[in-house]
């Protein structure tokens, strides 16, 4: 019988009791937003970027398995491989855990816990992307291995984005930010209600620097290809181009991360730079929206594919002759199914492949 008192009160109608006027502070002020998010649409984003979520977290799985099984994490190219699908993985599950915000219209600590930890694992994954790169370039152009410096690429990749995905905690700025749990652009999930704080944070937290890491990585990826044709193309005679030339092959497979990732991160950042406009900041396009949240979910499924082709291409003997290892087949009965699935998977292909090539020389 009071819940009509607390909505005349905070809709500011008359009342004298200071109970009710107290109480009605808390209630949602859905009258005071022109322009509400529509839940349908919103349900649609979520369970696409939840599924996604869930896709990446089970062929980071399988990609994490092989490395473990075939014990590929000696190696380091095959380590800086792990930390990404490993990184990829955790953050697959915050992404799949974005469909229960739909219930957190009064943004509860489970969404404030999610949004903490989709900015936290989304600055591992873009450090992690930063210095494979760095190791690639300064291995193919300038002939420096780096490997040295591996602890500081973990340690530099774990501990810095917690200090920034602190940051929204001081501000109150962590809760629904439209479908998902991140850092709110409106205050109270209304579009016309812009939050300054919230819109700078954005952009000073995570787009600016991903439009920068963006921009590094493409330019890098491009000198890496342009020197490696060159000196492809002459047939470099030099000494270190022979000494390197073996190593060099095992690491290219790298470049598939940052490739992978710079493309899947341009859509965010270019609808989230289009969605800045003055005259756009307080619209809604759902279209845009679902995109940006399919393509950063993306990230951890193109991680865990492209370890996984690696791994095929790159060790096939050795995934035919754990097949057939005894032990294996009691001890890991459903990695072992996996890998009869590559192996087929890879059969195929290579079938494929000879038909092609007959045809050619017919």
Known sequence: DELPKLQLARDGLCTLDPIILYMASSLPNASSCANPLDPNRIEVILALMSGTGVASVLLCTVAMVLVFVLRLYRSLVYRLAAYQVLAALLYGIVCALQMFSKDQRDNTPLCQATAFFMIYFQWVKLMFTVWVTAHLFFFAVFYKNLKKWELVYV??????????????????TYGLAGAWCWVQNWINDCPLNISTTGVIEQFTLWYGPALVVYVIDSVAVVVMATVLVTRACKDSQEKKWKQHKKALIQMLPLLAYPITY??????????RVHTARPHLLSTVDYSLLGTTGTCMSLWGLAAGVSLLVHICV??????????????????????????????????????????????LVI
């Open 155 to 172: 340690l530099s990749s774990v501990l810095v984005p917690i200090v920034i995905a602190i940051v929204p905690f001081t501000t109150g």
């Open 262 to 271: 710079t493309i899947l991160l341009l859509v965010p950042i270019a609808t």
């Open 314 to 359: 790159m060790k096939r003997p050795s995934l035919t002759q754990l097949r057939d290892l005894e032990t294996f087949s009691t001890a890991h009965w459903s990695v072992r199914v996996l890998l009869l699935i590559v192996e087929v998977l890879l059969m195929q292909t290579h079938s494929l492949s000879l038909k092609r090539k007959t045809r």
